[in-house]
């Protein structure tokens, strides 16, 4: 027997979990899996919402039929297009001949050129609505968060949103489906992984639909995104994560990440962290680029104010790990942050330059002087390292606000 879950009493989850995959996107790792969520609704018309990616058709459609048993299904709603979600809308046309699939103008324009022609489109704009009996959907366009065709879907009697990708993570649902029932710490940072590397560029657009939903003034109850956890206790919560995440709000901390072959680099980023910490900073993470995977990195700086870079010259240029980092925050477009920099280089440099152009490209605030040693780092260097440390600790300092913890203190 396949696992389905009321979330109420014709609401039903019929998710699926991929613990195969190795990298999402052929790009993030996935260490504990991730969920493809679909939901159903089971009223006079029934409607499921996002399929699941294609090598998972089989279990899906079988939870599918389990509860509707020999009704048909009347609407698919394609709330996203990406393959891991659009993935099996064939497989359940196929299955259920009459399926409507709705979606907007863009929605059939991008499912055509994967798929091919497909039948019976319902096109819908923004603020249509679509009863199945007691259950009314409304459809918010919700463009550019992440793909240009995104939308969210709304239903009235329940309060729940459908929202695809946003508010959801990595993270296989291993047992518990609601926010209730998982250990949160865990999916936070895996939400937070998901949001920063794969929708935290579209950061304005993100603000545009928490507004366009907030403008509409309806009671959100229950938030069901296409993965990780559904928030039935705090969709608030999660909802003011987004809210802060795409403003760049961040928290008080300093991520140190470093390039270093030989561990001179490296000496440099464990004497500004204990710096930091004689100055009364908690949160202080220091990671070696080459061995945590970006996507953590990313995650972290999207999390703390402070960040502070360090490389060795590698063949005139960064170490390659911190360019891969660099090159990717450029895209990102992140704003707002204080920036240390330091590093390592024997000859005619390339690590410590390179870090400087990339501080004048992003326009984060730099703290202290760049520091470049010669081969090891030495007392001069080291009096410049402890010098950037104590400014950094100033200024965050200086922020603080006593007793206000900045997120939803449910989490943490
Ligand atoms: C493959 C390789 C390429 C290097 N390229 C440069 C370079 O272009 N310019 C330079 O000044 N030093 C270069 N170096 C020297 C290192 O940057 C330097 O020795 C540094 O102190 C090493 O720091 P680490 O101990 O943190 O790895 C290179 C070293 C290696 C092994």
Redesign the pocket.
């Known amino acids: 027997m396949l696992t389905t879950v009321s979330i109420t009493e014709h609401v039903h989850y019929v998710g699926v979990n991929d613990r195969e995959t190795y990298l999402f996107e052929n790009l993030w790792p996935l260490d504990q899996g991730v969920s493809y969520n679909s939901y159903l609704i089971n009223d006079e018309q029934t409607a499921v919402f996002d399929t699941v990616k294609n090598t998972k058709m089989n279990d899906f459609i079988e939870k599918i039929s389990s509860i509707l048993k020999d009704r048909p299904l009347d609407y698919l709603v394609i709330n996203h297009m990406e393959p891991d979600h659009s993935g099996s809308i064939k497989a359940l046309q196929d299955r259920y001949p009459q399926l409507k699939l709705v979606g907007n103008a863009k929605t059939f324009e991008i499912l055509e050129n994967f798929y091919g022609p497909m039948e019976n489109y319902h096109i819908v704009k923004d603020g249509d609505t679509l009863s199945l009996g007691s259950h009314e959907l409304v459809f918010y366009m919700t463009p550019m968060v992440h793909w240009p065709e995104t939308m969210m879907t709304y239903e009235k009697k329940t309060g729940i949103l459908f929202s695809m990708d946003a508010f959801g993570g990595f993270g296989s649902l291993d047992g518990g489906v609601f926010d209730d029932e998982v250990n949160l710490e865990f999916y936070m940072d895996e939400i937070r992984r998901y949001y920063s590397n794969i929708v935290g560029k579209y950061g304005a657009m993100v603000q545009k639909a928490l507004t366009k939903l907030k403008n509409a003034g309806i009671p959100i109850n229950i938030i069901a995104p296409t993965h990780g956890p559904v928030w039935r206790t705090a969709p608030g919560c999660i909802i003011d994560y987004y809210d802060r995440w795409s403003k760049a709000e961040t928290e008080e901390g300093v991520v140190i990440v470093?390039?270093?072959?030989?561990?001179?680099?490296?000496?440099m980023a464990d004497l500004i962290a204990r710096r930091l910490a004689d100055k009364g900073i908690k949160n202080i993470r220091i990671y070696d680029a080459s061995k945590t995977h970006v996507s953590y990195l990313i995650s972290d700086i999207w999390r703390f104010k402070g960040v502070i870079f360090?490389s060795?010259?590698?063949?005139?240029?960064l170490?390659p790990s911190m360019e891969s980092l660099v090159s990717k925050l450029e895209n990102y477009q992140l704003k707002d942050r204080y920036l240390g920099i330091f590093?390592?280089?024997?000859?005619?440099?390339?690590?410590v330059s390179n870090l400087n152009k990339f501080a004048e490209k992003i326009k984060w605030q730099q703290v202290g002087e760049s520091v470049e040693?010669?081969?090891?780092p030495k007392e001069p260097d080291f009096e410049k390292c402890i010098a950037m440390a104590d400014e950094m600790a100033d200024l965050l300092i200086q922020e603080r606000q006593p007793g206000v913890n900045p997120f939803c203190s449910i989490i943490y």
């Open positions: 470093y390039g270093s072959m030989y561990g001179n680099t490296q000496k360090g060795c010259a590698y063949n005139t240029g170490f590093g390592t280089a024997s000859w005619s440099g390339g690590g040693a010669k081969s090891s």
